[in-house]
């Protein structure tokens, strides 16, 4: 069926404001359903004329006013579409962006399932087709459809028994086109699918050559990407058969339409119940229901498409994030007390099977103003805990509280200003350096930007680019080594005032002299403010007040830096003998 | 925008011979489809004439006439569709395989430039519109060939009146051609507009960890809704040139049937002249007829979009030849799965030496790059690369490897020349792990073989090596856990030591890291070192690292600033003698 409930459902909140171009729309359109129904009437007093022998001068302005209503119904045509497209791209731009920011509030398990490549193709791809479902669905189908319905009216008019043949005959054909719309759509909805996961695939490659040309893998992905087109191609052809059997019903259409004037004509006319012009006129009428039929037909297969995206965009609207933003306790100001309560998290498999947990009843107090190094091999925990901390996600048991006031009281957007994390990965956009640092927030201003890249001793840096704050990165950062990254990251955080700062292994990556560059930045972040320091390297701890060591998700060791390193017995004197060739220099 | 070495014309037409069974095919049965409502043409001219001669014809006899053109005219609508999808599909997975060989074929570093989202479009949107027009020189054939026949019958009626017809038709199309400047120009405006937007959405997703974290959805999305408007200004305006020109076209047929009107009047109105039959058969043909001539509009017009969609792919061939897209292909699509032939291990593969004389390479319009950079690798040495942020570190690697064309210099293997690093500095002489490697949305097994053909032994001695086999324990599907997209459901060092698992599978002579113990803990760090060296015997190592266990391991330390080598020796030498190298360190963790 013709999604039009889905769709004004979704829609109905974008289209309310345009309702005063909607409506010029309709009056647009109906004048040029109006002048294009006139004509044939004016076809039929011409051929009458003709037979019956009236004269040619009183002939020749009926054709000239043929002419002209016909150049006017094309203008109206014209006008119906400038303003379709614009009301349907306007209504669905903000379509786009609202399912944009659900999507980016979608927790970070959604995220790990969907590629960009398969989220550009559910934003853009899919709302696209909305759009371009309402100009051609307002012009198109409404349009058409009011015009099968006044030929209709015409045609009763003329003889009942005209108007019964043909309405029977649209009748009939309109509930064919829906039994074979029902059979088509399923197999679009397989195509769309298949596309998108190759272009899912596509991207991830393309941001990955290099990993694969030097360890020799480019074959590989060449077999890859065949045996995607190998299971796409058969429903890609039972998707194109589903297309023919609504061409099929056009053709149908047709020759039923004749068959029902070749019938009816002739009685009518033998009876001399009907002049040649009245069956010229029914056969005009018939062909001119044909073409609306036609077009209807031609856009089932954007239907289709519209009805596929339209069910994905309501499957997408309706996911909820696992992280529930219900919190209404704003953090204070300045510097946060973190607690972490009997905290039990494991990742949840796709399937929704369960692994042994990541962190297992984790307890622990960090007073405000306190920094906390975090040490563990990797995948000991330290990262999961930051994002428990963040609600990147959420713990399966206990509680986290900030200020005594448990995580999940708080607004996120409240929380994660408060709470600031630079990450191993520094994430950056084709864009320029402020867009990149501000993340396209256009009311922080250039001497606050420069004020607080010159406390990260980045002037020089920032000059050499040439353009300064204007100059474009590269997409995903290339062309930045990946400690400028990390500089620019740093950038990201200062500029907000967040009570707790988390380092995520944030200097591993920096050469020794850039390093020694971001140590200074990182003390002044580090005033007054609660830090924790997940760290791999003993040098990065130094300025820790206390330490925790994880294993396997457990805390081995808790407790003040300076008092366990004195301790020949704990852990972290064992590390900083093991790793004593780390701090030689 | 077009191309002077590959007009579209040659282009399509190199599409065009890879599959010249299909398209041939297709000609003749969309021709068939195209010629074939000339049939109810004449059955409705004898309709009429029957009622206004009336010749007595039966209804019924017209009735079974249509039924069985209608009937006919499924048959090889069917066929016909069944040609096309699959001379289509064929075609624009030629154009997708032939852009991704060439993308593999390049330098690797630089294969790839502009966002992913953006190099996505042309995968996308720019096969689709030219595989579009191609299909369309189909319906050109048809719609001519119809044209033909059409205007045949109607000069047999009546010439003069078949003129007047005619005369609006080709008006129009000029005036199609005239404007088919402007609307290219809007379709390029609107696919930049729709490029921005995918660039902008790929991104941001690519980046939702950090857009989370600090907290910027709104911000960002407020960007995606600006570049929203734009497209909705360069949409309407070419979506409404189209539908003026399609308009003219549509026009043509009620004009058309005006100056019928005007012009046949007298002979309608005479005893003898034109009959209703015959007019109606005027009429419906020229419905039929100004299909085709909108048909050749519309072509003209897609044609011009097409030249746009091949310049756009064709600059992602980067300078490759332009016919390259089209190049014929087996894509293997039906027999057996494809197989990927095992590279032969040579006894003269073996690494002797690697040496490297006056390496250099800047990055297109930068200063950035590496300058004469000379290197001796023995066999079975360990070499690290150190130096500032931006000294040319990854540079170097990647210049060794034939990731980025080196401007000048020579490497010499055995002291053999490399003619193309790209290609020689791959398993089994070389592999790499990228200081951010890239894992692929498959099982670790895939990601770590990419292609190969190893027991899960070797897969499992490559992961301990690599450090990652208690990280493998906890996985639930073992070998078969997938990864995730781009490797997200790994923490950043396991993908790390995964990428250096990957590396060390491929047991090549030379390995070359990145960077590779940025993610990792010290205890972790030090036992890959240990098994790196002491299992992976015979192996030759490049590594770029600030790290101690690495530093203090290595036969040679190499330091470089600002592109160049500036100190070459043992770490403890370095810390005797080069006062860069020093001040490089000083500072370094305290006691």
């Keep these: 069926m013709i999604p039009v409930r889905s769709y004004v459902r979704i829609l109905r909140k974008y289209l309310r404001p345009l309702r005063g171009r909607v409506a010029l729309l309709a009056v647009v359109a109906l004048t040029g359903i109006a002048l294009q129904l006139a004509g044939p009437q004016l076809i039929r007093a011409f051929l009458d004329g003709a037979t019956r022998g009236t004269e040619v001068s009183k002939l020749v302005p009926l054709a000239i006013w043929f002419i002209v209503i016909a150049v006017f119904q094309q203008g109206a045509k014209v006008w119906a579409t400038y303003i379709s497209v614009d009301v349907g791209w306007s209504a669905t731009n903000d379509l786009r962006a609202d399912l944009a920011e659900h999507v980016l509030h979608l927790d970070m398990g959604f995220h790990k399932e969907h590629t960009p490549g398969a989220l550009i193709e559910r934003i853009d791809g899919d709302v696209t087709s909305l759009s371009n479902f309402f100009s051609s669905f307002t012009i198109m189908v409404i349009g058409n459809l009011i015009l099968i319905a006044g030929i209709l009216v015409l045609l009763w008019v003329e003889h009942w028994l005209i108007g019964l043949g043909v309405t029977g005959f649209v009748v009939l054909i309109f509930s064919g086109m829906v039994k074979v719309q029902s059979i088509a759509v399923p197999r679009w909805k397989a195509v769309r699918a298949r596309s998108a996961e190759l272009m899912g695939f596509i991207g991830e490659q393309l941001g990955g050559t290099e990993d694969i040309k030097a360890n020799g893998g480019d074959r590989f992905m060449i077999a890859r990407f065949t045996n995607i087109l190998r299971q796409w191609l058969p429903e890609h052809v039972r998707g194109r058969h589903g297309f023919s059997m609504l061409w099929a019903m056009g053709i149908m259409t047709f020759i039923t339409g004749l068959v029902v004037v070749f019938f009816i004509g002739s009685i009518l006319f033998t009876d001399g119940i009907m002049t040649l012009g009245s069956v010229y006129l029914v056969f005009h009428y018939v062909q001119m229901s044909h073409d609306p039929m036609e077009q209807i037909r031609a856009q089932m297969e954007d239907f289709q498409k519209a009805g596929a995206g339209i069910a994905r965009v309501e499957d997408l609207l309706a996911r909820h994030s696992a992280i529930a933003d219900d919190g209404v306790t704003p953090l204070s100001g300045g510097s946060v007390e973190v607690h972490f309560d009997h905290v039990t998290f494991w990742y949840n498999d796709e399937d929704g099977e369960t692994d042994r947990p990541v962190l297992d009843n984790l307890n622990f107090t960090l007073p405000k103003g306190r920094v906390l190094g975090v040490l563990g091999r990797s995948g000991s925990g330290k990262s999961t805990l930051a994002r428990l901390l963040t609600r990147l996600y959420d713990p399966q048991q206990g509680t986290i509280r900030l200020d005594g006031t448990p995580l999940s009281h708080v607004p996120v957007e409240d929380l994660r200003h408060r709470v600031a994390m630079v990450t191993q990965d520094v994430q950056l956009f084709g864009a320029s350096i402020r867009d990149n640092l501000t993340f396209f927030d256009h009311d922080v201003d250039d001497e606050r930007l420069l004020d607080v890249i010159d406390q990260l001793g980045l002037t020089a840096w920032l000059a050499t680019l040439g353009d300064g704050l204007d100059s474009r990165l590269e997409a995903s950062g290339s062309g930045l080594s990946a400690g400028q990254a990390q500089l620019l990251a740093f950038t990201r955080i200062f500029l907000r005032d967040p009570g707790v700062v988390i380092l995520d292994e944030a200097s591993s990556r920096l050469d020794p002299a850039t390093e020694e560059l971001i140590e200074r930045a990182v003390d002044r972040l580090l005033e007054n403010r609660t830090g924790i320091i997940i760290a791999h390297r003993l040098a990065t701890i130094e300025r820790a007040d206390d330490i925790l060591i994880l294993e396997d998700g457990l805390i081995v060791e808790a407790g003040d830096r300076a008092r366990l390193a004195a301790d020949p017995d704990s852990r972290l004197s064992h590390l900083l003998a093991t790793g004593l060739e780390e701090v030689l220099a | ?591």
């Design chain 2, 1 to 591: 925008m077009t191309n002077r070495d590959a007009p579209t014309a040659k282009l399509m037409w190199g599409a065009i011979k890879s599959e010249r069974g299909r398209y041939s095919a297709n000609v003749l049965l969309w021709s068939t489809i195209w010629l074939m409502p000339v049939i109810p043409a004449l059955i409705v001219r004898g309709f009429f004439d029957s009622l206004e001669l009336e010749t007595g014809a039966n209804a019924v006899t017209f009735v079974a006439l249509i039924v069985g053109y209608g009937l006919g005219r499924v048959a090889v609508m069917v066929l016909a569709m069944h040609n096309d999808v699959h001379f289509e599909f064929r075609n624009a997975s030629q154009l997708r395989r032939n852009m991704l060989e060439r993308i593999y074929e390049m330098p690797a570093a630089q294969a790839v430039q502009g966002s992913p989202g953006e190099m996505i479009s042309r995968f996308r949107e720019d096969v689709d519109h030219t595989q579009e027009t191609i299909s369309w020189t189909v319906d050109m054939v048809g719609a001519t060939i119809f044209g033909v026949v059409a205007v045949w019958i109607l000069t047999g009626i009546d010439a003069g009146l078949t003129l007047a017809v005619f005369a609006p038709l080709v008006v129009m199309v000029v005036l199609a051609e005239r404007l088919g400047g402007r609307i290219k120009r809007y379709r390029e405006e609107a696919q930049a507009a729709t490029g921005r937007i995918t660039e902008a959405v790929g991104e941001m997703f690519g980046a939702v960890q950090s857009i989370k974290v600090a907290g910027a959805e709104h911000s960002m999305v407020e960007n995606l809704r600006e570049l929203n408007d734009g497209r909705r200004k360069a949409m309407v305006r070419d979506k409404t040139l189209t539908a003026g020109l399609e308009s003219v076209f549509w026009n043509t047929v009620s004009i058309g049937t005006g100056l019928i009107l005007l012009v046949g009047a007298g002979s309608l109105a005479a005893d003898g002249g034109l009959t209703v039959g015959e007019f109606a058969l005027f009429v419906y043909f020229l419905g039929f007829v100004t299909d085709a001539g909108y048909f050749v509009g519309i072509f003209i017009a897609r044609f011009k979009q097409a030249t746009v969609s091949y310049a756009r792919m064709i600059n992602l061939l980067r300078g490759g030849r332009p016919m390259r897209l089209v190049d014929k292909v087996d894509l293997e699509l039906t027999g057996p799965e494809p197989l990927i032939a095992a590279v032969p291990r040579r006894a003269s593969d073996q690494l002797e030496t690697l040496t490297v004389r006056e390496l250099t390479f800047h990055y297109p319009g930068t200063d950035n790059g590496i300058r004469g950079v000379d290197l001796d690798l023995p066999r079975g040495s360990f070499t690290v690369v150190t130096g500032r942020i931006g000294s040319g570190k990854t540079t170097l690697l990647r210049a060794l490897l034939g990731l980025v064309p080196a401007d000048a210099g020579e490497i010499l293997w055995n002291g053999e020349l490399v003619e193309d690093p790209s290609t020689w500095m791959v398993p089994p002489h070389a592999a790499y792990t990228p200081q951010v490697p890239s894992l692929f949305s498959m099982s670790l097994r895939d990601n770590l073989q990419l292609g190969r053909n190893d027991s899960d032994d070797e897969i499992v001695a490559a992961i301990r090596s690599a450090a990652l086999e208690r990280d493998l324990e906890d996985m639930p599907d073992g070998l078969d856990t997938m990864v995730g997209p781009r490797g997200m459901r790994l923490s950043g060092g396991q993908v790390q030591r995964t990428a250096a698992a990957r590396m060390l599978l491929r047991r090549p002579e030379l390995l070359v890291f990145d960077d590779l113990s940025s993610a990792l803990d010290v205890e972790t760090e030090q036992t890959l070192w240990r098994r790196l060296l002491e299992e992976q015997v015979g192996a030759t190592a490049l590594v770029v690292s600030h790290r101690l266990p690495a530093l203090m391991r290595a036969d040679q330390v190499l330091m470089m600033e600002e592109g160049r080598i500036v100190a070459r020796g043992s770490y403890k030498e370095l810390m005797e003698t080069s006062d860069a190298f020093n001040s490089l360190f000083a500072g370094n963790g305290a006691s």
